[in-house]
Protein backbone atom coordinates (compact mmCIF):
# COMPACT_ATOMS: atom_id res chain seq x y z
CA UNK A 1 0.00 0.00 0.00
CA UNK A 2 1.40 3.58 -0.62
CA UNK A 3 0.52 7.18 1.28
CA UNK A 4 1.69 10.32 1.93
CA UNK A 5 1.72 12.93 4.60
CA UNK A 6 1.98 16.34 3.76
CA UNK A 7 3.04 17.73 7.13
CA UNK A 8 2.07 21.22 7.02
CA UNK A 9 -1.86 21.87 6.00
CA UNK A 10 -0.73 25.52 5.55
CA UNK A 11 2.62 27.41 4.77
CA UNK A 12 2.76 31.26 5.23
CA UNK A 13 5.42 33.16 3.54
CA UNK A 14 6.89 36.40 3.03
CA UNK A 15 7.25 37.71 -0.69
CA UNK A 16 10.87 36.69 -1.61
CA UNK A 17 11.54 34.50 1.36
CA UNK A 18 12.56 30.49 0.62
CA UNK A 19 9.70 28.17 0.82
CA UNK A 20 9.34 24.26 1.83
CA UNK A 21 6.97 22.33 1.81
CA UNK A 22 7.35 19.06 3.70
CA UNK A 23 6.05 15.55 2.31
CA UNK A 24 6.83 12.01 3.41
CA UNK A 25 5.73 8.88 1.49
CA UNK A 26 4.81 5.37 2.25
CA UNK A 27 5.25 2.55 -0.88
CA UNK A 28 5.75 -0.60 -1.22
CA UNK A 29 7.29 -0.80 -4.49
CA UNK A 30 10.30 1.95 -6.47
CA UNK A 31 7.67 4.89 -6.42
CA UNK A 32 7.25 7.70 -8.40
CA UNK A 33 6.41 10.81 -6.53
CA UNK A 34 5.39 14.11 -8.26
CA UNK A 35 4.32 17.54 -7.04
CA UNK A 36 0.87 19.14 -8.52
CA UNK A 37 0.17 22.72 -7.70
CA UNK A 38 -3.53 24.16 -7.92
CA UNK A 39 -4.54 27.73 -8.50
CA UNK A 40 -8.21 28.82 -6.90
CA UNK A 41 -10.63 27.51 -9.83
CA UNK A 42 -8.19 25.93 -11.51
CA UNK A 43 -7.37 22.62 -12.78
CA UNK A 44 -4.37 20.63 -11.56
CA UNK A 45 -0.59 21.20 -12.58
CA UNK A 46 2.24 18.86 -12.46
CA UNK A 47 5.52 20.62 -11.80
CA UNK A 48 7.85 18.17 -10.96
CA UNK A 49 8.04 14.51 -10.88
CA UNK A 50 10.52 11.73 -9.59
CA UNK A 51 11.06 8.48 -11.33
CA UNK A 52 14.17 7.02 -9.94
CA UNK A 53 16.84 9.24 -12.09
CA UNK A 54 18.71 12.07 -10.68
CA UNK A 55 17.45 12.38 -6.78
CA UNK A 56 17.55 16.20 -7.21
CA UNK A 57 14.53 16.68 -9.40
CA UNK A 58 13.55 20.70 -10.87
CA UNK A 59 10.14 21.70 -11.92
CA UNK A 60 8.67 24.35 -13.56
CA UNK A 61 8.36 28.11 -11.80
CA UNK A 62 11.67 27.51 -9.99
CA UNK A 63 10.81 24.96 -7.73
CA UNK A 64 12.57 21.32 -7.13
CA UNK A 65 12.07 18.79 -4.77
CA UNK A 66 14.96 16.34 -3.19
CA UNK A 67 14.17 12.35 -3.39
CA UNK A 68 15.57 11.25 0.06
CA UNK A 69 14.98 7.36 0.58
CA UNK A 70 16.42 6.98 3.76
CA UNK A 71 13.93 9.27 4.99
CA UNK A 72 11.16 8.36 2.93
CA UNK A 73 10.83 11.78 1.93
CA UNK A 74 10.38 14.36 -0.57
CA UNK A 75 10.39 18.09 0.25
CA UNK A 76 9.31 20.93 -2.66
CA UNK A 77 11.35 24.08 -2.38
CA UNK A 78 12.15 27.18 -4.22
CA UNK A 79 14.42 29.75 -2.68
CA UNK A 80 12.39 32.83 -3.45
CA UNK A 81 8.65 33.12 -3.20
CA UNK A 82 6.78 35.11 -5.57
CA UNK A 83 3.02 36.28 -5.19
CA UNK A 84 1.87 34.30 -8.05
CA UNK A 85 2.93 30.86 -5.84
CA UNK A 86 0.05 31.15 -3.98
CA UNK A 87 -2.03 27.93 -4.41
CA UNK A 88 -2.71 24.35 -2.75
CA UNK A 89 0.38 22.09 -3.26
CA UNK A 90 -0.43 18.16 -3.48
CA UNK A 91 2.31 15.60 -3.06
CA UNK A 92 1.73 12.43 -4.86
CA UNK A 93 3.27 8.99 -5.09
CA UNK A 94 3.01 5.98 -7.26
CA UNK A 95 3.67 2.23 -7.79
CA UNK A 96 3.53 0.31 -10.88
CA UNK A 97 0.41 -2.30 -9.74
CA UNK A 98 2.12 -5.82 -9.94
CA UNK A 99 1.52 -7.09 -13.16
CA UNK A 100 0.11 -4.76 -15.27
CA UNK A 101 1.11 -1.64 -17.35
CA UNK A 102 -1.23 0.39 -15.14
CA UNK A 103 -1.04 2.63 -12.22
CA UNK A 104 -2.84 4.63 -9.30
CA UNK A 105 -1.84 7.78 -7.69
CA UNK A 106 -2.05 8.38 -4.23
CA UNK A 107 -2.49 12.29 -2.71
CA UNK A 108 -1.37 13.70 0.23
CA UNK A 109 -4.12 16.04 2.07
CA UNK A 110 -2.40 19.32 0.20
CA UNK A 111 -0.75 22.44 1.48
CA UNK A 112 -2.09 25.54 1.01
CA UNK A 113 0.89 28.23 0.14
CA UNK A 114 0.00 31.45 1.44
CA UNK A 115 2.24 34.48 -0.05
CA UNK A 116 1.97 37.79 2.09
CA UNK A 117 3.52 41.49 0.11
CA UNK B 1 -1.58 18.54 -26.14
CA UNK B 2 -3.89 15.72 -24.43
CA UNK B 3 -7.10 16.68 -23.80
CA UNK B 4 -9.47 15.07 -21.11
CA UNK B 5 -13.05 16.62 -21.26
CA UNK B 6 -15.39 16.54 -18.79
CA UNK B 7 -18.98 17.29 -19.68
CA UNK B 8 -19.99 19.51 -17.60
CA UNK B 9 -18.32 22.08 -14.97
CA UNK B 10 -21.12 22.37 -12.91
CA UNK B 11 -23.79 20.46 -12.37
CA UNK B 12 -26.85 20.45 -9.09
CA UNK B 13 -29.17 17.23 -8.81
CA UNK B 14 -31.63 16.42 -6.18
CA UNK B 15 -31.37 13.84 -3.13
CA UNK B 16 -32.17 10.17 -4.87
CA UNK B 17 -31.66 11.12 -8.33
CA UNK B 18 -29.47 9.32 -10.66
CA UNK B 19 -26.29 11.09 -12.28
CA UNK B 20 -23.82 10.27 -14.86
CA UNK B 21 -20.68 12.30 -15.07
CA UNK B 22 -19.14 11.93 -18.09
CA UNK B 23 -15.17 11.96 -18.78
CA UNK B 24 -13.04 11.67 -22.61
CA UNK B 25 -10.30 11.41 -23.62
CA UNK B 26 -9.03 11.99 -27.11
CA UNK B 27 -5.04 10.46 -26.83
CA UNK B 28 -6.26 6.72 -27.15
CA UNK B 29 -4.63 6.35 -23.12
CA UNK B 30 -5.48 2.99 -21.90
CA UNK B 31 -6.01 4.18 -18.25
CA UNK B 32 -8.59 6.47 -16.79
CA UNK B 33 -9.26 7.28 -13.19
CA UNK B 34 -12.08 8.90 -11.12
CA UNK B 35 -11.36 10.98 -8.05
CA UNK B 36 -13.31 13.56 -5.85
CA UNK B 37 -11.44 16.31 -4.14
CA UNK B 38 -12.53 17.57 -0.81
CA UNK B 39 -11.09 20.56 1.10
CA UNK B 40 -8.61 19.36 3.49
CA UNK B 41 -8.74 15.66 2.16
CA UNK B 42 -7.09 16.19 -1.13
CA UNK B 43 -8.14 14.10 -3.88
CA UNK B 44 -9.60 10.43 -3.32
CA UNK B 45 -9.75 7.71 -6.02
CA UNK B 46 -13.14 6.40 -6.45
CA UNK B 47 -12.83 3.64 -9.23
CA UNK B 48 -10.13 3.55 -12.28
CA UNK B 49 -9.75 1.29 -15.47
CA UNK B 50 -7.03 0.00 -17.28
CA UNK B 51 -8.72 -1.35 -20.07
CA UNK B 52 -12.14 -0.94 -21.89
CA UNK B 53 -14.60 -2.80 -19.70
CA UNK B 54 -12.38 -3.68 -17.10
CA UNK B 55 -12.85 -1.68 -13.75
CA UNK B 56 -11.12 -1.46 -10.34
CA UNK B 57 -12.27 -0.02 -7.06
CA UNK B 58 -10.55 2.58 -5.67
CA UNK B 59 -10.13 3.49 -2.33
CA UNK B 60 -13.86 5.17 -1.94
CA UNK B 61 -16.26 3.08 -4.35
CA UNK B 62 -19.13 2.98 -2.20
CA UNK B 63 -22.07 4.98 -3.90
CA UNK B 64 -20.38 4.75 -7.36
CA UNK B 65 -20.59 2.87 -10.47
CA UNK B 66 -18.62 3.37 -13.61
CA UNK B 67 -18.73 2.67 -17.45
CA UNK B 68 -16.46 2.10 -19.96
CA UNK B 69 -17.29 0.91 -23.33
CA UNK B 70 -14.88 2.78 -25.51
CA UNK B 71 -11.93 3.59 -24.92
CA UNK B 72 -12.20 7.00 -25.18
CA UNK B 73 -14.78 7.06 -22.59
CA UNK B 74 -15.27 6.65 -18.68
CA UNK B 75 -18.55 7.26 -16.93
CA UNK B 76 -19.00 8.24 -13.19
CA UNK B 77 -22.51 7.22 -11.81
CA UNK B 78 -23.66 8.00 -8.69
CA UNK B 79 -26.61 5.31 -8.22
CA UNK B 80 -28.88 7.60 -5.96
CA UNK B 81 -27.28 11.16 -5.37
CA UNK B 82 -26.85 12.12 -1.64
CA UNK B 83 -25.81 15.12 0.03
CA UNK B 84 -22.37 13.64 1.40
CA UNK B 85 -21.40 13.29 -2.63
CA UNK B 86 -21.61 16.94 -2.76
CA UNK B 87 -17.82 17.44 -4.45
CA UNK B 88 -15.45 18.56 -7.02
CA UNK B 89 -15.08 15.48 -9.67
CA UNK B 90 -11.95 14.94 -11.61
CA UNK B 91 -11.26 12.80 -14.38
CA UNK B 92 -8.06 11.57 -15.53
CA UNK B 93 -5.99 9.42 -18.49
CA UNK B 94 -2.61 8.22 -18.44
CA UNK B 95 -0.82 6.04 -21.10
CA UNK B 96 0.44 2.47 -20.09
CA UNK B 97 3.77 4.32 -20.00
CA UNK B 98 2.90 6.87 -17.29
CA UNK B 99 1.94 10.87 -17.39
CA UNK B 100 -1.64 11.97 -16.05
CA UNK B 101 -3.33 14.56 -17.84
CA UNK B 102 -6.61 15.70 -15.17
CA UNK B 103 -9.91 17.03 -16.87
CA UNK B 104 -10.77 20.59 -15.45
CA UNK B 105 -13.62 18.81 -13.39
CA UNK B 106 -17.16 18.70 -12.28
CA UNK B 107 -18.40 20.83 -9.53
CA UNK B 108 -21.94 18.36 -8.26
CA UNK B 109 -23.92 20.01 -5.76
CA UNK B 110 -26.48 17.32 -4.21
CA UNK B 111 -29.53 19.09 -2.66
Known amino acids: AQSVTQLDSHVSVSEGTPVLLRCNYSSSYSPSLFWYVQHPNKGLQLLLKYTSAATLVKGINGFEAEFKKSETSFHLTKPSAHMSDAAEYFCVVSDWRSGGSNYKLTFGKGTLLTVNP | DVKVTQSSRYLVKRTGEKVFLECVQDMDHENMFWYRQDPGLGLRLIYFSYDVKMKEKGDIPEGYSVSREKKERFSLILESASTNQTSMYLC??????????FGSGTRLTVV
Open chain 2, 92 to 101: ASTPAAGGYT
